[in-house]
Every structure is written in C-alpha cells, then in structure tokens.
C-alpha cells in the first residue's frame, strides 16, 4: 500500500489524479464510441453478432486534444519541479484558455506560457509588426495553399477508384502541402497575434518539408507535440539512455500515442505505425540527432545533390505515410496503395472545378523555393535588407490572397477535429 502521507508521494498523488482526469476526459470525448466498435467488430470477427447499442452520440468539443495536453504539462512540469504552483486562478485559466493557440496549437508548456502570462507585459511595437508579418505569411499559407488545393485532393481522395496511379499520387503529394499550409498556416497566426499581447509562444515548424531524414522531420513538424511526447512520455520510460532494444519499444509507444493521439481511426494508428518504422533505422544508425542545429544547403546558396536526394526520399516517405492520414478508413488506405500499385498508368488530371492545373504546379514550386530563401528563421518570413524587396513581396502576398480565395470552399483547419 502506497503511503500517501509523505510529501513525494501526496506530489505523486495529485500528478496522477491531474493525469487520470484530463485523460478520461479526453478519452471519453474522442475515444469512447472508437472502442466499442472495436470491441464489438472484434466480437463480429469471432462469429458473435452483436448489435451496437452502447455508442453514444458524443460531440467532440473543439481542439480538445491540446488543451488537455497543455492542462497535463502544468502538472508535469510542478512536479518535477521546473514550476512553481499557480495561486492566480485567473492567470492558470488564461494558460489553459489562451484563445489564438486553444484549438489547434502550438501545445504551450507552463513553464513558458504561464510564466509569461503571470508577469507584467509592456507593448512593443517591433514584436508586434513581427506578429502581423507571421499573421500575413500564416493566411497566405492557409488561403493560398491549403484552401486551394482542397478541392483536388478531396476530390482525388473521394473517387481514388475511378483515378490512375499518376493521379492518386498527385492527390497525397498536393495534400502534403495542402495539410503544411493548413497546420503550419494556423500557427503561424496563433503565434503571431499572441505576439500582439507580448506573449512569445513557441515555435511548431520548421521547414519540415526539407528534412534531410525522418528524424530531423520530427524535429520540424508539429514540433510542440513532439518535445511534449519527449519530455512527457518518452523521457520517463528511459529515452535512448536505456538499451537499444527497449529504445526501440519506447520510440514504437511514442509513435503509436501520436498516432492515436491524432484521432480515433485505425488510420492514424497506422500512421504512427510506419512513422515508427521509417524513425528505428535512422536512430539504430545514430542518425537521428546529426541534422539538429543545420539545414539543408545551411552554407551555400543553393544544396548539395546528395542533400537534395534526401530531402526528396524523406518526402516521399512523409508523403506516402499520408495516405493513412488522409483516408476515411483503414480499407480505403490499403485499397488507395493497391490501386497505384496495380494501375500504374498516367493521365493528365483535370481541376474539379475547371481551373489550370498549371497554375498550381508553378505556385507551389514558387512556394518551396521561397521557403528555401527563408529557411534559417522561422520567425521572419519577410526578412529582406530592401524595402523595396519587402514591399514587392507583401503585394504579392496580398494579391495573391485575392486572386486565389474562394468564397465556395469550406475554410476550416484541418486540425480543428483534433
């Protein structure tokens, strides 16, 4: 029996209860109905009919996933002493509820956000014109990118039955740009305005679509579920400091919690899967911490033939894996691959809605190339000596943004049904 009276285990205590309730909540609002009809489907496989009549209508509230996740980190954090507990309600409320970054990141740890938010704040304006720079380059992002090329990829990903293997591979390369634009787009803006109020959040890409492995990918994409994942889960089960074998389980349980943490679809659990299976090799080969503190072509202007073969594999990797992100089902994934795979043929897509493919091709490869120019800060995606650069890149922001809204496309985040 676990004595409770001394102070360690009174700290122990809370931690688990803090966990255990944000957790069950967490778990009742997006995973319920997900394990009855697993636990029934498993049952139908056995021969045993059951007819569901225990789901329930639950409404998942919106971006649930993060803020339980950032309510979790006060708690780590007071326990392992990197924070000292709030007395401020309102101020541990504000952390919890910070509207820009509530609903869909990035996942704010207490020991930056809160601290921030419990100290005076004086208006600057500097930090403030960076906070409507990252605001502009965010929607840029969201409406230029994402929100354009969603009607292709929906459209491909509905009727990948009736499309060759050309087609079907489009569909998931645009929607890896579609989803980069969509997440990265809203951070970008969350960041940006929380800088309107003085609050520095962190950083959650990093260019990830130059990673030179699938390492340095988990080091620039979503980067604040992955240090929460590292600091919170992986850490703590021994990281890489126990033995090979049981940091190959810890990264195997890291990806899989991602996975599920994602959604609750078999899709997303596969998706983790092979995230973890594409991440072992490259840390059995002590690769996974050598592209750290770089990035591609770091000290020439253009890169290296061998840094562009790797960025374009690790993209291929990232990309194929969407296919199970993507996808409605478990089925549709593996019959989407089966068709590429027996229908290799090419035919020349056309735009659902009637416009130039062409123009599409040439914007995102303007877009990746000035996302190169831009590599080395995240932070200023307007960083040019010239005012008069500056000027001209602005208007092209903006006209671009009117030239490409469409009034008819549903402009949700992505990210939001997490």
Same mark, same amino acid.
Do not use: C
């Given at each position: 029996m676990i004595d409770f009276n001394t102070k360690k285990n009174k700290r122990k205590l809370w931690?688990?209860?803090?966990?255990?309730?944000?957790?069950?909540?967490?778990?009742?609002?997006?995973?319920?109905n997900f394990f009855v009809d697993s636990w029934i489907d498993m049952f139908s496989m056995l021969g045993y009919h059951i007819k569901s009549t225990w789901t329930l209508k639950v409404i998942l509230p919106v971006g649930i996933s993060f803020y339980t996740?950032?309510?979790?980190?006060?708690?780590?954090?007071?326990?392992?002493?990197?924070?000292?507990?709030?007395?401020?309600?309102?101020?541990?409320?504000?952390?919890?509820?910070?509207?820009?970054?509530?609903?869909?990141?990035?996942?704010?740890?207490?020991?930056?956000?809160?601290?921030?938010?419990?100290?005076?704040?004086?208006?600057?304006?500097?930090?403030?014109?960076?906070?409507?720079?990252?605001?502009?380059?965010?929607?840029?992002?969201?409406?230029?990118?994402?929100?354009?090329l969603a009607p292709i990829v929906d459209d491909i990903f509905a009727n990948y039955s009736t499309y060759s293997a050309s087609t079907l591979i489009l569909g998931v390369t645009l929607f890896s740009f579609q989803v980069y634009g969509d997440f990265s787009g809203y951070s970008d803006i969350a960041i940006g305005t929380a800088k309107l109020f003085g609050i520095e959040l962190k950083s959650n890409f990093k260019f990830p679509n130059f990673s030179r492995n699938v390492a340095e990918y988990w080091q620039r994409w979503h980067v604040s579920l992955s240090t929460?994942?590292?600091?919170?889960?992986?850490?703590?089960?021994?990281?890489?400091?126990?033995?090979?074998?049981?940091?190959?389980?810890?990264?195997?349980?890291?990806?899989?919690?991602?996975?599920?943490?994602?959604?609750?679809?078999?899709?997303?659990?596969?998706?983790?899967?092979?995230?973890a299976l594409a991440f072992i090799p490259v840390f059995l080969m002590g690769r996974n911490t050598i592209y750290k503190n770089s990035v591609v072509g770091e000290n020439s202007l253009?890169?290296?033939?061998?840094?562009?073969?790797? $960025?374009?594999?690790?993209?291929? #990797?990232?990309? %194929?894996?969407?296919?199970?992100? +993507?996808?409605?089902?478990?089925?549709? *994934?593996?019959?989407?691959?089966?068709?590429?795979?027996?229908?290799?043929?090419y035919e020349v897509y056309n735009h659902?809605?009637?416009?130039?493919? $062409?123009?599409?091709?040439?914007? #995102?490869?303007? %877009?990746?190339?000035?996302?190169? +120019?831009?590599?080395?800060?995240?932070? *200023?995606?307007?960083?040019?000596?010239?005012?008069?650069v500056r000027f001209i890149v602005y208007t092209i922001v903006i006209l671009g943004m009117l030239l490409f809204y469409d009034s008819n496309i549903d402009r949700s985040f992505i990210y939001f049904q997490f």
């Open positions: 931690l688990w209860v803090s966990v255990l309730f944000n957790v069950g909540l967490l778990g009742f609002f997006k995973y319920y996740f950032q309510t979790m980190s006060y708690s780590f954090d007071i326990y392992y002493n990197k924070l000292k507990p709030t007395k401020d309600f309102l101020s541990f409320a504000a952390f919890v509820s910070f509207f820009p970054q509530l609903v869909a990141g990035p996942i704010e740890r207490a020991s930056n956000l809160l601290s921030q938010i419990i100290n005076k704040r004086t208006f600057s304006y500097d930090q403030s014109v960076n906070g409507l720079k990252l605001i502009l380059w965010g929607l840029f992002k969201k409406v230029v990118i994402a929100d354009s929460w994942f590292r600091h919170y889960v992986y850490i703590p089960l021994g990281g890489s400091r126990v033995s090979k074998l049981k940091s190959v389980r810890n990264i195997i349980i890291i990806f899989l919690v991602s996975g599920f943490w994602h959604g609750a679809n078999w899709t997303f659990i596969f998706w983790g899967a092979f995230h253009f890169p290296s033939f061998i840094e562009i073969g790797q $960025v374009l594999l690790t993209f291929s #990797i990232v990309t %194929f894996s969407r296919i199970f992100f +993507r996808s409605e089902s478990i089925t549709d *994934a593996f019959e989407f691959i089966k068709r590429i795979l027996s229908n290799f043929t659902p809605m009637g416009y130039r493919m $062409v123009d599409y091709y040439i914007l #995102i490869a303007l %877009f990746v190339l000035y996302e190169y +120019r831009i590599r080395k800060d995240e932070r *200023a995606p307007f960083k040019f000596k010239s005012k008069i």
